[in-house]
């Protein structure tokens, strides 16, 4: 039979999620309906094996980074992040920009790691999220890879939503954009998640040609002109090219 407390363990954990600016105990007591008590003592156990933190300031609980240490992907016996750490490196440091590592979970788009921007104004993102596939690069780095009939099962369970007037929003646009993304070898976004905000992207390919993962890197539009596209493309595609050889040494 199921564990009753390992069921309350996980809706905490899943409710502390949808939370990332924190809850009390109180609060998750009130939002959970399980008994204060074993609200208390299963928030404790889960800072106590460094599965939550707790604030010194507010008291609040927040998740911490150790589940997702734990599901990081891996090709065969090699860390995709701990491959992937130099080229992103080394993009952040030649472009000045943000450079993130973004793989596929749950149909979304999920920032895996990331090299923070060294320009004032920088663009970043929060390890963890999560962001529509068709509406930022590497998603779509990712989809331009995919073979059809997994890019035919993700559409069957997706419904296209305009985020900006750049969206796209309608599947025979997007589906153009990703022939044009295979073509040049590389995927852009061209304000399409986020107003203001161009990124570009670059797909992690397997030794049978499947993505694994995408690079990117990205950048206010005033950074990123549309003659600048080609040259960063070309440059993602070096990135990516570069942690594929470490992932197959």
């Not at 927040?62 to 993009?91: F, Q, Y």
């Not at 596929?104 to 920032?111: F, I, N, Q, R, W």
């Not at 990331?114 to 390890?127: D, E, K, M, P, W």
């Not at 905000?197 to 030794?207: G, K, Q, S, T």
């Amino acid at each position: 039979m199921p564990s009753p407390t390992g069921a309350k363990t996980l809706a905490l954990i899943d409710l502390l999620a949808k939370h990332p600016a924190g809850l009390s105990a109180s609060e998750a007591t009130r939002l959970s309906n399980i008994t204060g008590n074993l609200v208390f003592r299963i928030l404790k156990t889960l800072v106590e094996m460094g599965f939550a933190m707790q604030r010194e300031d507010d008291k609040t609980y927040t998740l911490s980074n150790r589940l997702l240490d734990l599901s990081r992907p891996k090709v065969g016996d090699r860390s995709l992040v701990l491959c992937a750490h130099e080229a992103m490196r080394s993009l952040r440091d030649e472009t000045g920009e943000t450079a993130q590592l973004t793989i596929e979970s749950g149909g979304k788009a999920m920032l895996l790691e990331q090299f923070r921007g060294t320009h004032a104004l920088q663009v970043c993102g929060q390890i963890g999220m999560r962001v529509p596939l068709y509406s930022c690069a590497p998603g779509k780095a990712i989809l331009a890879w995919w073979n059809q009939e997994k890019r035919e099962e993700w559409f069957r369970g997706c419904t296209l939503k305009s985020f900006t007037r750049h969206t796209l929003s309608k599947r025979a646009d997007l589906e153009q954009n990703l022939a044009q993304t295979r073509s040049k070898g590389f995927a852009v976004d061209l304000e399409e998640g986020i107003e203001g905000i161009r990124c570009i992207a670059a797909p992690i390919l397997d030794e049978y040609g499947s993505p694994v993962a995408a690079i990117t890197f990205i950048a206010p539009v005033s950074r990123m002109p549309d003659a600048s596209l080609a040259p960063f493309g070309s440059r993602c595609m070096r990135a990516a090219q570069e942690i594929e050889k470490r992932l197959r040494l």
